[in-house]
């Protein structure tokens, strides 16, 4: 292979390795998925008419806030806190499982699973929607105290109790939902909490990046030769 068809190839590896680091990347971080609902739900902070909704992790946060938006990404309906759980087994398809709640009341999203992971996250509700709930189910939700910002476990007493991490709490029906395309556009909004998101994703794309970038600067010292 001449220098020049070397120097080619390194150009063309740099690209493809930034374009599907990139891809790869925005699908494992925001976990963006579908989620179908044929009745209104509740989610923190609203009421969503059934229909399809887009459920992700915001990047431009830490890995403790969801976003939910129109199926095509265009159209905020909420963003909110979601607090670290887990459980023994993955699932194989994403996954909303929702609490059982009171009489006349929609159902509530309790807790969101990704396929593959057997950490997920239940959702954090604003303090006088987590109330009503745990007053309807007999159990605790997980509430964003005010004006601190901490996450607390509102009680069916209408009492407030902290939180720890722990096993996912035992829900009632689940759904399932698909992942939606990584090029789907989505308009981030603006940061305004730490981001604490793990860097590994973009440590592996970075060494990648070098790899290709050897190969590059051996082509140019070749070709110079």
Not at 64 to 79: F, H, W
Not at 188 to 206: D, H, K, N, Q, Y
Request: charged content about 15%; glycine content about 8%.
């Amino acid at each position: 292979m001449s220098s020049k068809s070397l120097l080619r190839v390194a150009c063309a590896a740099m690209a493809c390795l930034a374009i599907t680091a990139g891809v790869a990347s925005a699908q494992r971080l925001d976990r963006r998925t579908y989620f179908t609902f044929n009745t209104p739900v509740a989610i923190p902070g609203v009421t969503l008419p059934a229909g399809t909704y887009l459920f992700h992790l915001p990047q431009a946060y830490a890995k403790d806030v969801a976003q939910v938006l129109s199926q095509d990404g265009k159209t905020a309906y909420s963003m909110f806190f979601i607090h670290p759980v887990w459980r023994a087994e993955a699932t194989e398809k994403p996954e909303l499982e929702f609490m059982e709640t009171g009489y006349g009341m929609p159902i509530a999203v309790q807790t969101w699973w990704h396929p593959g992971e057997r950490n997920g996250w239940e959702f954090v509700y604003p303090k006088d929607q987590a109330m009503r709930l745990a007053r309807g189910i007999g159990h605790p939700v997980l509430m964003v105290e005010e004006p601190a910002g901490e996450i607390a476990a509102a009680l069916p007493t209408g009492e407030a109790a902290p939180v720890m991490e722990a096993e996912a709490p035992s829900g009632g029906e689940r759904l399932t939902g698909e992942l939606a395309p990584p090029a789907l556009p989505i308009e981030e909004p603006p940061a305004a909490l730490p981001a604490t998101a793990s860097r590994t994703p973009l440590v592996g794309m970075i060494g990648l990046m070098l790899i290709a970038g050897a190969v590059l600067i051996k082509g140019l010292r070749v070709l110079r030769s």
